[in-house]
């Protein structure tokens, strides 16, 4: 009890200190001693209790700016800090409001374009000199939003002029970043290069950030070709991303850059290593100038769930390619698998068609391709015909790598491989190209090719199979044939034979069954249901005219996919004039139909001109009906 006491009188005769004593070696009282004693190794009790020395407060005249406050003046001082947050936050709270108030009538469709602009203007001249804080308000921000989207463009400067210097802070900000890409859409080039520039240093820690990565890919898009090289230039070495001016942007090739700054070719894969390896840890591969960079390590290191997500762009697409022709067989496999799920979506995409168009060429484990790909493809089969992206693997099956359903610059990449990975030599590489538009894929991808030309380690590691070691009919017979893909295949075109012989993609895979595909491949075990498609096609030709829907001889495309048909298959030819046209030419002389009518006279097959020659020679000798004698079979 007499303890307690004692406790008690000491923290009352505490309280009775107004402040510091002028003499620092008075022993009068305890609190001035742990003010003014010097740091100890080992702090007492009170001595751990955090001071926060108050560095806004304005010291008073005649006073020093260093001289310790009372608890009265320190309890004084937090209650103004208060009183100011508080009024602070009811300001902005106000000012939310009206702007949100003002937001629901700028933002109508049915508001005057001059009402708008009055209201945007009153609402920039209030946020002006707090847009940097408004950006990071979940409400305010999409104000400013609408601002920016709708304001002129001087009053768009002035945001922008307002925002630059924080740049780097509202670009890695969850709400700020839709202001920032706004801003970037509606730049001009000079400004988009000015706000490119503010980033430059920090490229490699944005692309790491999971809101900040998608500033800078929204920046690689929009961006001309130089500014795509400024940013591309921090994730090959530190002196790139130092030293602006060291290289002109001339250079677009890593092997170019590495030649003429002299650089250790080992180092700069070192650095681009440890730049892209976090970013696959974190999982941001969604965005293309991650896939512009070390081609020869995605292939080690991407597992396949980030590849799926990669193939959606070009360069991704290509790396994608990359990956299947170059990888191990137990990477293969891994890549596949990863696909199960999302084979439609891949399929009907325009640059992850194309590495699934590979996977089916070059890829023996045929089982693995039948269980994962072909069975989900079969779900989908009617789909993918009419599909602009979809029917190109059907098309590779059914005829693989034929130039009149793929461009010299499709091939070309899906050809695209990476020299020191082949056991070809560089010379038989580039001969297997299509016209030369291999160049221009190996300029886009030229940093993948530089690295796995100067990484030892990386070619020894790699299998080279490019095209496979199974033969290719033997491969092509076990996916299309024996997984029962063509068979569904013929029963679709069957029962969508109008359909596909309208559309613009279907009428090429139609055409491709309905002749058993290129070798005669379905003939082998399809031929009854072959029969059964030519049969179909003819009776839908023999149908009188509808106004309900125009008629397979009068439409573009079916037109010409029937001729081409008569042209190629003397065996549809007879039928087709059995079964439609015998003793109807004269309604089909003339228009789209024409074509189909004339490809009797014009086929290379004796019997079939045999068929029409007397009925069409009258209405060749009176001008109705015109043959192209030059014309031969394509």
Not at 68 to 92: I, Q
Not at 173 to 197: C, F, M, P, W
Not at 366 to 373: A, F, I, P, R
Request: with cysteine; aromatic share 4%.
């Amino acid at each position: 009890m007499a303890a307690k006491n004692q406790q008690h009188s000491k923290q009352k005769k505490r309280k009775q200190i107004p402040g510091p004593k002028p003499d620092g070696n008075s022993s009068g009282s305890k609190k001035p001693k742990l003010l003014h004693s010097k740091p100890s190794n080992h702090p007492s009790k009170e001595s751990k209790k955090p001071f926060k020395p108050h560095k806004h407060k304005q010291s008073e005249p005649g006073k020093e700016n260093n001289a310790p406050m009372s608890k009265r003046e320190r309890r004084l001082h937090a209650k103004e800090l208060s009183e100011a947050r508080k009024k602070k936050r009811k300001r902005h709270y106000n000012l939310e409001q009206e702007l949100a108030h003002m937001w629901e009538k700028m933002r109508r469709r049915n508001i005057a374009k001059a009402d708008r602009s009055k209201l945007i203007s009153e609402a920039l001249q209030k946020m002006k000199g707090k847009i940097s804080e408004i950006t990071s308000s979940h409400v305010s921000s999409r104000v400013l939003q609408t601002c920016v989207k709708y304001c002129s463009q001087d009053e768009r400067d002035v945001v922008l002029e307002e925002i630059q210097p924080h740049l780097l802070t509202l670009a890695c900000n969850t709400y700020a970043v839709h202001l920032v890409k706004l801003i970037l859409d509606r730049a001009s080039e000079k400004q988009r290069g000015g706000i490119i520039s503010c980033f430059r240093g920090h490229i490699s820690s944005l692309l790491r950030h999971m809101v900040g990565s998608v500033v800078i890919e929204h920046a690689y898009q929009l961006g001309n070709p130089t500014q795509k090289q400024e940013l591309l230039m921090e994730l090959y070495s530190t002196e790139l991303q130092l030293f602006k001016d060291l290289v002109s942007m001339k250079e677009s090739r890593l092997a170019d850059i590495i030649s003429k700054l002299d650089l250790q070719k080992g180092s700069v894969l070192r650095h681009m290593n440890s730049v892209i390896q976090p970013i696959l840890e974190k999982g941001i591969v969604d965005h293309s100038i991650i896939h512009r960079s070390s081609a020869a390590d995605l292939i080690q290191q991407l597992s396949s769930p980030l590849l799926v997500r990669m193939i959606h762009t070009r360069d991704g697409s290509r790396i994608g390619v990359l990956c299947v022709k170059h990888g191990s067989a137990k990477e293969r496999k891994k890549i596949i698998k990863g696909m199960k799920g999302h084979i439609s979506k891949i399929a009907r995409d325009q640059h992850g068609s194309k590495v699934l168009v590979c996977i089916v060429s070059i890829v023996d484990d045929t089982k693995l391709v039948t269980k994962v790909v072909i069975h989900e493809i079969q779900e989908i089969l009617e789909e993918l015909a009419f599909d602009k992206n979809g029917w190109h693997i059907l098309l590779q099956l059914l005829h693989p790598n034929c130039l009149r359903y793929y461009s010299p610059d499709e091939l070309a990449s899906l050809n695209f491989s990476i020299p020191s990975l082949c056991g070809k030599s560089e010379s038989e590489v580039e001969s297997s190209k299509v016209n030369g538009s291999s160049e221009e894929a190996k300029n886009d991808t030229g940093m993948a090719v530089a690295e796995a030309n100067t990484s030892s380690e990386l070619g020894d590691s790699l299998h080279a199979v490019e095209g496979g070691k199974k033969d290719p009919s033997i491969r092509r017979q076990e996916l299309l044939v024996k997984s029962g893909l063509a068979e569904k295949l013929v029963d679709v075109c069957i029962g969508s034979a109008g359909k596909l012989l309208r559309s613009n993609f279907g009428k090429y895979v139609i055409y491709q069954v309905a002749i058993g595909g290129s070798d005669g491949i379905l003939h082998q075990t399809l031929d009854e249901k072959i029969n059964k498609l030519r049969k179909t096609i003819a009776f839908l030709v023999g149908e009188p005219k509808s106004k309900e829907e125009e008629h397979l001889l009068e439409n573009f495309h079916s037109t010409r996919t029937l001729r081409k048909l008569i042209l190629d298959c003397p065996t549809f030819a007879s039928t087709l004039w059995n079964t439609a046209l015998q003793g109807k030419c004269s309604t089909w002389v003339q228009g789209h139909s024409s074509k189909v009518i004339s490809a009797f006279l014009e086929s290379s097959d004796s019997k079939v001109r045999e068929l029409a020659k007397e009925e069409l020679q009258p209405f060749i000798d009176n001008g109705k009906l015109k043959i192209a004698e030059t014309k031969q079979s394509s």
